[in-house]
């Protein structure tokens, strides 16, 4: 079992304490690749291949590469995103670049995550390189003293973190956004297990081939989350083009669960959508206490 590994993994690297975690160096950075990464993407859209249609173009932060063609394989693969477009130069050349691989996490002690997300009728998109639900204002984060608004989120098959070199099947990440413009992430690992109700209504409600979108019924964002509130962080980068480094990472220790219908229903429609991970560099993975 993931959750189980993953979670005792962790406990065994408590090794030591260290100071908090100095104030996020990567604030307010970077406003203008931000606006890049805002425009729509118009590429990518597949024919119908699946159970749950294929359908729209539109991109919001994070699932995001402005105009230019990318996809995660072949002539514009993950490898070559650096060239495809002078704004994706960090790419190739960042050294915050995400995902990594979430091994030996440092405790430290940090002002808690406070997770303020709120029932709400969304609209749904598949943007030709994920399922992405946009959610409406009113949910939030608090992270370092900071409120982060949730605008997004969305799917990776298989999970793009790993612990430990341990790949999930799946990863849903819901993207925050800061009012000085840099993001955080918050990324949950979906491992196969017990069907999940609220991602089957989302699958449910998924856009169908030619439709540009699709409303999801109300749903509480929180039913994605783990019932164990532990997290690591890190500093890191969009896991798609432009790559930016502008993200504050938080990625819950805990695993949930989905079928292996439910996440065969996703690569139906996408066979692959993860970035391979990125070297950690001169960053720590932080395990707040
Ligand atoms: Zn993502």
Redesign the pocket.
């Known amino acids: 079992m993931h959750r189980k590994r993953r979670s005792h993994n962790i406990r065994q690297g408590l090794l030591r304490r260290v100071p908090s975690l100095p104030r996020a160096l990567f604030v307010g950075l970077v406003m203008v690749i931000l606006v890049g990464a805002l425009n729509a993407c118009q590429q990518d859209v597949q024919g119908p291949t699946d159970q749950m249609g294929v359908g729209s173009t539109q991109h919001a932060p ?2 995001e590469g402005g105009q230019v063609h990318w996809t995660y394989d072949g002539e514009t693969g993950a490898e070559r995103w650096g060239d495809l477009d002078p704004s994706f130069e960090v790419c190739a050349h960042g050294t915050q670049q995400s995902p990594v691989d979430l091994a030996s996490p440092i405790p430290v002690s940090l002002d808690a995550l406070d997770i303020q997300w709120q029932p709400a009728k969304a609209d749904m998109v598949d943007n030709g390189h ?1 399922i992405q639900v946009n959610v409406p204002e009113g949910s939030w984060i608090t992270l370092d003293g900071r409120r982060f608004s949730l605008l997004q989120f ?1 799917f ?1 098959l298989p999970s ?1 973190h790993t612990y430990e070199g341990i790949r999930s099947a799946m990863e849903v ?1 819901f ?1 925050h956004q800061a009012a000085e413009g840099d993001l955080a ?1 918050i990324g949950v690992f979906m491992d196969v297990g017990e069907i999940h109700p609220a991602v089957e209504s989302i699958w449910d409600a998924a856009p169908g081939f030619g439709e540009p979108s699709a409303t999801l019924p109300e749903l509480d964002p929180s039913a994605l989350l783990p019932e164990d509130p532990g997290y690591l962080r890190y500093a890191g980068s969009l ?2 083009p432009p790559c930016a480094e502008v993200v504050s990472w938080v990625l819950m220790t805990h695993a949930i669960t989905v079928s292996r219908a439910q996440v065969d229903a996703f690569e139906a429609r996408y066979p692959m959508n993860a970035r391979p991970v990125q070297r950690l560099n001169r960053r720590f993975v932080l395990w707040p206490q």
């Open positions: 994070e699932a994920t969305h990776h793009e990440h993207v992430v896991t798609t």
